[in-house]
């Protein structure tokens, strides 16, 4: 309504009033409950301006409210054939965009999401308009000047701390063998003035690669090769044993065959040692030696603080890298045992095993199979 006033007129926003008080306090309950999942969201670290990290900043609840209040009852049916891909693309991308003011607005515009990043600093490239940004930033679709400055001058400091000796910055993502492309373009500001103050002209030379940035990435018919490989050698060494290099013979508890340790000859001592060597140290040296490294890769860019300058989710790298220090304790649990006996009946006394040394450390050895899978399984958050 319009609400006249003796010196001026005011324009009321009216209070709304229904007049079923459930449905009113059913309204009230599903908006405390969206803002209270929107002020939980977890911020997302780094600076990444994209689709997927614009739906990760909202939450699901606040995305289907606004489906369901742009989109209609049609989205509950089954049947939403009326709905073509174009306009359900349009859609989505508005509810992104009103989902981010929203979240930006309800945190005191100190949530930042994508849109109120990127969009501020298109807009601040674009025009060099502070009273531009500012007025965006007062409607909640940018962050404010003050953001932007502080963006560009983290940025200019990040690019001065990298810089070589030339003046040049390679970037830190830049695949080795891989053809590098190189592209230039001049930077001029104010460059029609009459006494030539205030004007800045550069030229900037930038570096970029097609394809992935974390390396070539492994194809179907790479994990057959390894798989296969995995059975050759599984085959080989088990077959060996058949042929006369060593021999099996029944385990202690008499259920099933091992390889018999208690005739410690030439042919059982230079098996056990290829086998030790080439199935334990070798595959666990390879372990070891690429976790290290990437340890002392993730501490180095930890250190330079370039991880948020890389397009990667490195909360999952790190989860990886955990599950795979897990892995590789499982490993020695399994096998150690095993590789104890087999060098205690070649270089000691094999009468001497204790018998349920003998029995335990084959079964730890055949459990690994069942070991990885429980890993994998408890490690994957999906």
């Not at 999952?316 to 304790?329: A, E, F, G, P, R």
Request: aromatic share 10%; hydrophobic share 45%; glycine share 4%.
């Amino acid at each position: 309504m319009v609400k006249e006033d003796s010196a001026d007129i005011h324009r009321v926003i009216p209070t709304f009033k229904h007049a079923d008080q459930n449905l009113f306090l059913n309204m009230v309950h599903v908006a405390l409950k969206i803002r209270s999942d929107m002020l939980s969201h977890p911020k997302q670290e780094g600076i990444v301006i994209s689709e997927d990290r614009a739906i990760d900043s909202i939450p699901n609840s606040l995305y289907m409210f606004l489906n369901l209040l742009l989109g209609g009852q049609r989205l509950l049916e089954d049947d939403n054939s009326d709905d073509d891909d174009k306009n359900t693309d349009k859609r989505q991308l508005r509810i992104l965009s009103i989902a981010q003011d929203l979240m930006y607005t309800a945190s005191g515009d100190k949530f930042l999401t994508p849109k109120h990043i990127g969009l501020a600093s298109t807009l601040h490239q674009a025009t060099r308009s502070k009273e531009l940004v500012n007025m965006f930033h007062l409607a909640g679709h940018v962050m404010s000047y003050r953001e932007v400055i502080k963006l560009d001058t983290a940025l200019a400091k990040k690019t001065l701390e990298t810089m070589g000796g030339d003046g040049a910055v390679v970037p830190p993502n830049l695949v080795k063998g891989r053809f590098v492309h190189f592209s230039a373009d001049n930077v001029d500001i104010n460059e029609y003035t009459l006494d030539g103050k205030g004007t800045f002209h550069a030229t900037q030379v930038a570096a970029w690669q097609r394809g992935p940035s974390e390396g070539q990435k492994m194809t179907m018919q790479s994990y057959n090769l390894i798989i296969l490989a995995a059975w050759l050698n599984a085959v080989f060494w088990s077959s060996m044993p058949v042929v006369g290099w060593a021999s099996y013979a029944p385990d202690p508890t008499g259920a099933t065959c091992t390889i018999n340790w208690r005739n410690n000859d030439a042919s059982f001592i230079s098996y056990t040692m290829a086998v030790i060597v080439v199935n334990f140290i070798l595959p666990l040296s390879i372990m070891l030696y690429c976790y290290y490294n990437v340890s002392v890769t993730m501490k180095r860019y930890k250190a330079s603080n370039e991880l948020d300058s890389v397009n990667m989710d490195w909360t999952d790298q790190m989860d990886v890298t955990k599950m795979s220090i897990v892995m590789i304790v499982m490993f020695l649990v399994a096998w150690s045992p095993y590789s104890i006996v087999c060098l205690w009946a070649s270089f000691g006394d094999p009468k001497r095993i204790p018998a349920a040394m003998a029995i335990i450390a084959p079964l730890f050895a055949k459990s690994s199979t069942f070991y990885n899978p429980c890993i994998y399984v408890i490690a994957n958050k999906k």
